[in-house]
């Protein structure tokens, strides 16, 4: 089984901190991604990252996929209370299985931006 | 253009009854994957179509339940003789990409059925 671990599972700040949240895992991913979800809402695609040591931007946020593609990190600066929401990263198939998007889902983050 | 639609947005049966979910995927979208969200936890793997195909069912809990995707659009999950420990958010997402998703074709998800079995 290959798992995901996140961290931190909460996270309450004040607007305008910096934070970073973190997706671990002892198995290798071909890809992952990170999706944010808001509730009574289906998981959005922030970003996918498929090359180990890769660094995407994406306004305030950047997300990392460590060099052996088995953990990423995603870097928020000067949260905004819109930031708010749940925070999952997923990987695809170890490298050098078939990959299809049979996502492996960490358990989430849960960030809460005050104004 | 509309995304993913999930039907009914919430429901509640009794123990031992049986449920239908509904899924209209992205018109033209090839690969269909049916996700189970458990309160607190990030999505589970159910079940994946490549049009009418099921190509892999390995992650569904028990033989209650099924899915079926017949004409190769619309998806159903059934639930037969529900538990309690079935109560969850069931999430049903489409890729355009003939293989499950790709960089350039990712999973689009619907908002999900919850439900409640009391």
């Known amino acids: 089984t290959q798992l995901l671990e996140q961290s931190p599972q909460f996270l309450s700040i004040q607007e305008g901190e910096n934070l970073t949240v973190y997706c671990n895992s002892s198995?290798?991913?071909?890809?992952l991604q990170w999706y944010r979800q808001e509730p009574g809402e289906g998981p959005v695609l922030l970003v996918t990252?498929?090359?180990?040591?890769e660094v995407k931007k994406l306004k305030r946020l950047t997300f990392q996929f460590g060099d052996a593609r088995k953990d990423s990190s995603l870097h928020i600066t000067a949260a905004q209370p819109g930031d708010t929401g749940l925070y999952l990263c997923?990987?695809?198939?170890?490298?050098?299985?078939?990959?299809?998007?049979?996502?492996?889902f960490g358990q989430g983050t849960i960030l809460t931006v005050h104004p | 253009g509309a995304g993913v639609s999930q039907s009914p947005r919430y429901k509640v049966a009794k123990r031992g009854q049986d449920v239908a979910l509904r899924c209209d995927p992205i018109s033209g979208h090839v690969s269909l994957f049916w996700y189970q969200q458990a309160l607190g936890q990030g999505p589970e793997f159910l079940t994946y179509f490549q049009n009418e195909a099921q190509l892999d069912k390995s992650g569904l809990p028990s033989d209650r339940f099924f899915a079926e995707r017949p004409e190769g659009s619309v998806s159903t999950l059934k639930i037969q003789r529900t538990q309690q420990e079935d109560s969850a958010v069931y999430l049903c997402?489409?890729?355009?990409?003939?293989?499950?998703?790709?960089?350039?074709?990712?999973?689009?998800f619907g908002n999900g059925t919850r439900l409640t079995v009391t």
């Open positions: 198995s290798v991913f071909s890809s």
């Open positions: 990252v498929v090359t180990g040591g």
């Open positions: 997402a489409s890729s355009l990409a003939d293989r499950g998703i790709s960089y350039n074709s990712p999973l689009h």
């Open positions: 997923a990987g695809d198939k170890d490298a050098g299985g078939t990959s299809y998007g049979k996502l492996t």
